[in-house]
């Protein structure tokens, strides 16, 4: 393998409205002292207009990284090291893991903050950082990695990163006790496709289940390459073979409350879920406060990250129009449609419907789009029904 090659970039940084040319210069010291930030931005680049008032824009150094071909910040790596978040709460604090396995406290350099093209997602779990370390205990991170994958919830205006850079998600459904909602595993699918992530469903309360009734939910996941997973999280069915997906991997569980995951998370690993329970409680004091997401280390090795307390109906940030692309195996079907614009629902010379007929789409994931796009998702369609078919 070559070196990299990487493309430089001018980066022009807006000037915050208090940062007046003066008051820097009469009270040099004291700003300094005041913000570390304010004393990396007085050095060097900055142009002074002729009036002697400090110019609104900076300019900054960004290089291309190639794998995403996102514009990151120039740092310098001799002073910098690399890190892991593994928590943050709001835009400027994070605790991050370093390269030996310490902690350190960080908060985010200004012009991190700036070039953020999303103030809500800085930095946020899961993030790969580089830092420099002001102390034994804390540190500023100086840049934040490209990610590689992202869960996301809310709407697109809104949205809400909230974990970065995991490989899978474990999508937990029960069988029974809440009742089996397809199309809300669909849908979960939908979002781990759009970010990037590998999922797999697991369906918990195998006790509860009659296995005939799953085996059409079953054969139509594996056909589409999505490890799915029986589990009792109470008599320990299927745990070896879900922490045997785990090991060395980063794994975000999801899925509606009360379908078991605490518990399989308990099952896998004693006190894991109990820990992710404490995560939620202590961020539920205010109401409104920012939930904390984080990484847990798992003995056997990989991280797991519990998303406690997110409904899930928040968690979607997918638009109605993206949804036929993200149901994988519809893509080649879509292609088809005679309308540029086709809904799949009552269009003449649909590809996707054809796709149904000719059975290499299945009925019951086609029943899920239906639902999923008319905000139909949480109401309940019979696993016998299709059987039948
Ligand atoms: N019958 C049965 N009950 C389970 C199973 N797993 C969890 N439960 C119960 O389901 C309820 C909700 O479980 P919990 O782990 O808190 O779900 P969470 O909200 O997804 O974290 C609890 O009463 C558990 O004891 C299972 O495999 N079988
Ligand atoms: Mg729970
Ligand atoms: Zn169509």
Redesign the pocket.
């Known amino acids: 393998m070559g070196a990299k090659k990487k493309s430089r970039k001018k980066l022009r940084v807006r000037f915050h409205k208090n940062r007046e040319a003066k008051a820097r210069i009469q009270n040099l010291t004291r700003k300094v002292a005041d913000d570390l930030e304010d004393a990396e931005l007085l050095t060097g680049q900055e142009r002074l207009s002729g009036k002697g008032e400090t110019a609104k824009y900076r300019t900054v150094i960004g290089e291309v990284d190639e794998a995403s071909g996102e514009t990151v910040l120039m740092v310098d790596l001799q002073t910098c090291e690399a890190g892991r978040v593994l928590s943050s709460i709001g835009a400027n604090h994070c605790q991050v893991q370093t390269a030996t396995g310490g902690l350190l406290q960080c908060s985010v350099r200004r012009v991190v903050r700036t070039l953020s093209r999303d103030s809500r997602n800085v930095v946020v779990a899961g993030d790969q950082v580089l830092y420099s370390r002001t102390d034994e205990s804390s540190g500023v991170i100086e840049r934040v990695e490209p990610r590689r994958t992202a869960l996301s919830r809310g709407s697109r205006r809104r949205a809400h990163i909230i974990v970065a850079n995991v490989d899978q998600a474990v999508i ?1 459904a ?1 069988a029974a ?1 809440p009742a089996l909602k397809p199309a809300l595993i669909d849908r979960f699918l939908c979002s781990t496709e759009k970010g990037g992530i590998q999922g797999i469903v697991c369906i ?5 289940a009659n296995r005939v009734e799953l085996q059409p939910l079953l054969g139509q996941y594996a056909r589409l390459n999505y490890p799915v997973l029986l ?5 320990g ?1 299927g745990i070896d073979e879900l922490r045997r997906l785990l090991r060395n991997k980063e794994t975000v569980f999801t ?13 896998i690993q004693p006190g894991l ?1 109990r820990r992710t ?1 404490e995560v939620s409680e202590d961020s539920q004091k205010g109401r409104h406060t920012t939930r904390v997401t984080e990484l847990i280390a798992l003995e056997q090795g990989g991280w797991v990250v ?1 998303t ?1 307390g997110i409904r899930q109906l928040q968690l979607w940030d997918v638009q109605t129009e993206e949804v036929e692309g993200l149901f994988v195996e519809f893509r080649p079907f879509v292609a088809l449609c005679h309308f540029p614009d086709c809904s799949h629902t009552h269009e003449q010379n649909c590809g996707v419907k054809q796709g149904v007929d000719l059975g290499m789409i299945s009925p019951l994931r086609y029943e899920s789009y239906l639902r999923i796009t008319q905000g139909d998702e949480e109401s309940l369609f019979s696993l016998a029904d299709w059987r039948r078919r």
């Open positions: 937990v029960s006790e918990n309360k195998l006790d509860l589990t009792n999280a109470i008599s069915e899925g509606q409350s009360g379908v078991g995951k605490t518990s399989l998370l308990n099952a879920g329970a519990d406690p």
